[in-house]
């Protein structure tokens, strides 16, 4: 069973503050990963995606991946309370599998 | 920016009877799929779809459930006789498999 974990939260920051967003995956072999933002009652938007190992910036966000560790990460700079969001990371295990989502992590920026 | 159109944004059916959720994929897009989120709970997986063929589909999507691209530009999923446990948002994605998904506004779904 390939899983996607990441904890549920709320993860609270104060404005301007980093957020650091966290997901595990279970399966070695994972070849590409996502960072989704949901805003309640909508669907998810793409933010960042990641496939090597190291750290990927655009803008205030940076993903970083860490594959020995099966591990995935999303900073967020200077968070706005407009960052108020669940946060889903998603994995795909190879070039034809479906995308797999985490339960998410619910961020509340506090202005 | 190209986006992905779902129809209707809202659904109320009564249980045991058949639903069509429509979807328009971006047009160069080769790869669609269609999701599932439980109030609270994770997005699912439940179809993905190549070439005029289901790739691969979840434990979800049993015999209720058939997907089909009618004329080149729709994509649909059709629940057979839903169930109250059917409720949901769905949504509908697709990809050119170099990136990430981009998915719909999709449709809630409720079976009362």
């Known amino acids: 069973q390939k899983e996607v974990e990441q904890n549920s939260g709320p993860l609270s920051v104060p404005e301007g503050a980093i957020a650091s967003l966290n997901c595990t995956y279970s399966?070695?072999?994972?070849?590409?990963f996502f960072w989704y933002r949901q805003y309640s009652g909508k669907s998810p938007e793409l933010i960042m995606s990641?496939?090597?190992?190291g750290d990927k910036e655009d803008g205030r966000f940076t993903a970083q991946l860490n594959k020995a560790s099966q591990y995935v990460s999303l900073l967020i700079r200077d968070s706005q309370p407009s960052d108020s969001a669940t946060y889903l990371c998603?994995?795909?295990?190879?070039?034809?599998?479906?995308?797999?989502f985490g339960k998410g992590t619910r961020l509340s920026v506090i202005a | 920016e190209p986006e992905v159109t779902q129809t209707p944004s809202h659904q109320v059916t009564q249980m045991g009877q058949e639903v069509i959720l429509r979807c328009v994929p971006i047009?160069?897009?080769?790869?669609f799929y269609w999701y599932r989120q439980i109030l609270g709970q994770k997005v699912e997986f439940l179809v993905s779809?190549?070439?005029?063929?289901?790739?691969?589909k979840s434990e979800i999507f049993d015999d209720q459930f058939s997907v089909e691209r009618p004329d080149g530009s729709n994509f649909t999923l059709k629940i057979r006789s839903t169930k109250l446990e059917d409720s949901a948002m769905y949504f509908c994605?697709?990809?050119?498999?170099?990136?990430?998904?981009?998915f719909g506004s999709g449709t809630r779904l409720t079976v009362v």
């Open positions: 047009s160069n897009h080769l790869y």
């Open positions: 399966d070695r072999v994972s070849q590409s």
């Open positions: 998603a994995v795909i295990l190879s070039g034809n599998t479906p995308l797999v």
């Open positions: 990641i496939y090597s190992n």
């Open positions: 779809f190549y070439n005029n063929e289901i790739s691969e």
């Open positions: 994605a697709s990809s050119d498999h170099i990136g990430g998904y981009t």
